[in-house]
């Protein structure tokens, strides 16, 4: 949710910002705006909608300065319109804010300010704080640093800040609590923020994540300073970035949404690399090693996750019962940290996030971690919140993804739940060396499954074509299709507008197939497997009432298409992996129905990539 940028330094920072934004769009589109600072002015510029429109608004413009603080805004407080984009000013114009997060008690704050006369532009809790600094610089007299940090200590909420001011123009201030901020430390004494680290990447590489509670001043003559909100000076830990920039860009398809879905046989290498030789018969992922025993003698494991992630958990409950005969309980992460759950000591919480700043899932975490509770993570973006936080996890190697709608970063955690999942079954003798050799190698060979999938694209698209302008659509599926069924679903509805629902196949006859008619496509995954002849039957229950089935099957099947409108056959695999394969047709229905729509792929309305507040 909302993405910062800001420079500071000899170059123009402009052009350093407006790239900068560009990168963070997917974190938020409502509006976006730059502040630059030269010869102790500051000047605004801020335009609803897309970035693309601020940079049409500022092209004619004197746009130079070598300091700079910019913002792409996902909004929480107040419509998305040019008055409440960011930067906010304060009332003498002095000091300019960026901000990510939401200031709770930010009524009452203004308040405060309104009986001391000061008259708010914007409905923005951030404008509050930035007119709250400005009142305590002026009245105490301190310096922009400790200004920041004494208004800080009255605020109640979340927040990622930069703050700028003419009268110490060679200052960048950046501050953080439960929002991330990474600092770049550029090879000319001169400092790069950002929400992470895209924009950073192609000017340095040694990096800075700043901790909850820390604020960083970045003084382009005296270096980067780091205190705590009490003022006690810290080290700063720099870091090496391994992100590389081409990762960062489309690659000659059309939306990073497709070359996300293509980049799967690769991700999923990446994923278990290193970490899976099925010839010697071995797993080991190396971040959770010192946990396994932990994980067996646990009562329980709780997964937390929100949307696409929450997907993979069901998945992961599946693989773990199953297989390696572990009690699993999945919970979305905003209703965990909300319903008092009973949380023992040796109970472990484990969470799944792509972004790893996910607000409600960190919630959880702190939340399990406050009661006892082992903490595990399994996240893609590297050095985020939750990996930060967690005492133990795993990476899922994926690569940045930078379309809204998760494809890759679904895959590669359920790849290290897999790995997980068959590296805990053997430690407890639930899995027999010829089963266990058959689900490594079988993972092995996923890669070269999913590039089958991939190359029927042409035949996938014709059936986007046939469905595109359905009004509803359900998806069914049974065992570990189910959670492929509501991830088909969920990229169908947040790309294309569709409304789409997955069931438990045979929980339709429960509500559900009340909805079905001839116009209602139904999107079944009907893979060999135990419950294969189970979902024929729903199939038929389907084609009684005239449904229109699209089925997902078994290369070979000959059943199934029988009854089939259409259908899409996937290779083989061992029955635990089928959801690999399985959710790859789905992207692609998905993604193809949307272009037809002419629905905004990469940023679909309303949305955002990581979203950081509640
Ligand atoms: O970064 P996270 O995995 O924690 O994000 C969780 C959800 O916000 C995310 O999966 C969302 O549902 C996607 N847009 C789904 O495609």
Redesign the pocket.
């Known amino acids: 949710m909302c993405g910062i940028v800001a420079y500071i330094g000899k170059k123009e920072a402009y052009p350093i910002v407006l790239k900068g934004l560009k990168r963070l769009e997917y974190r938020g589109y409502d509006s976006s705006g730059i502040a630059l600072l030269k010869n102790e002015e500051i000047k605004l510029f801020k335009k609803e909608g897309k970035v693309l429109n601020l940079e049409n608004h500022v092209e004619s413009k004197d746009n130079s300065g070598t300091r700079g603080i910019g913002h792409t805004r996902w909004a929480t407080h107040g419509p998305p319109n040019d008055k409440n984009a960011h930067p906010h000013l304060s009332q003498d114009g002095a000091i300019a804010i960026v901000h990510n997060g939401i200031i709770e008690n930010y009524d009452v704050l203004r308040q405060e300010l309104e009986s001391k006369g000061y008259k708010f532009n914007s409905d923005t809790d951030t404008e509050v704080l930035c007119y709250l600094i400005a009142d305590i610089k002026k009245n105490t007299g301190n310096k922009l640093g400790k200004s920041v940090r004494l208004a800080l200590q009255q605020v109640v909420g979340a927040y990622a800040i930069v703050v700028m001011c003419k009268d110490e123009p060679n200052k960048l201030i950046a501050a953080r609590k439960s929002s991330p901020l990474v600092i770049g430390i550029g090879k000319e004494n001169d400092f790069y923020v950002a929400s992470d680290a895209t924009p950073i990447v192609e000017y340095t590489k040694q990096v800075v994540y700043l901790n909850d509670g820390e604020i960083a001043i970045l003084n382009e003559k005296k270096g980067l300073k780091l205190y705590n909100i009490d003022e006690v000076q810290k080290d700063p830990y720099v870091e090496e970035l391994e992100l590389h920039l081409e990762a960062l860009e489309k690659g000659g398809y059309d939306h990073f949404m497709l070359k996300e879905i293509h980049e799967q046989p690769h991700s999923i290498e990446d994923c278990f690399r290193g970490r899976l030789n099925a010839k010697e018969g071995w797993v080991s992922l190396g971040g959770i090693k010192y946990y396994e025993n932990d994980i067996i003698n646990a009562n329980r494991i709780v997964m937390v ?5 929450w997907h993979a958990c069901l998945v992961g409950e599946y693989l773990f019962e199953d297989l390696a005969r572990i009690n699993v309980e999945v919970e979305y992460a905003s209703e965990f940290r909300y319903r008092n759950p009973i949380i023992n000591e040796g109970d472990i919480v484990l969470a ?7 607000a409600d ?1 960190m919630a959880a975490l702190e939340l399990a971690k406050s009661k006892g509770a082992t903490i595990l993570g399994i996240c893609n973006v590297v050095g985020s919140s939750i990996s930060r936080i967690t005492d133990a996890g795993s990476y899922t190697h994926a690569g940045p993804e930078i379309g ?3 494809t890759k ?1 679904f895959t590669a955690q359920v790849t290290v739940l897999t790995l997980m999942a068959a590296s805990l079954a053997r430690k407890k003798g639930k899995l027999n060396d010829s089963k266990y050799r058959n689900l490594l190698s079988s993972l092995e060979a996923i890669p070269q499954k999913v590039q089958l999938v991939l190359d029927k694209t042409e035949k996938i698209k014709k059936i986007a074509a046939k469905y595109k302008d359905a009004s509803n659509a359900l998806y069914l599926g049974r065992g570990s299709s189910f959670p492929v069924a509501l991830e088909g679903a ?2 169908l509805k ?1 790309i294309s507008y569709i409304h789409a629902e997955g069931y438990p196949a045979a929980e339709m006859k429960h509500g559900p197939i009340a909805l079905i008619d001839e116009e209602m496509p139904v999107f079944v995954i009907a893979t060999k497997g135990p419950s294969y002849e189970k979902v024929v039957s729903n199939i038929q229950e389907v084609k009684a009432r005239k449904g229109k089935i699209i089925a997902i099957v078994t290369e070979g099947d000959e059943q199934v298409k029988q009854f089939a409108d259409d259908y899409i056959e996937i290779p083989e695999t061992n029955e635990y992996l089928v959801p690999l394969i399985a959710t790859v047709p789905f992207q692609i229905l998905s993604y193809y129905i949307a272009v037809m729509r002419e629905c905004n792929v990469d940023q679909p309305r309303n ?1 955002a ?3 950081t507040v509640e």
């Open positions: 996750a929100c949307g696409t992630s799944i996030s792509q972004s790893g700043e996910t899932t809204v709608a998760s970063a969920l990229k947040e949305l990539k990581s979203v």
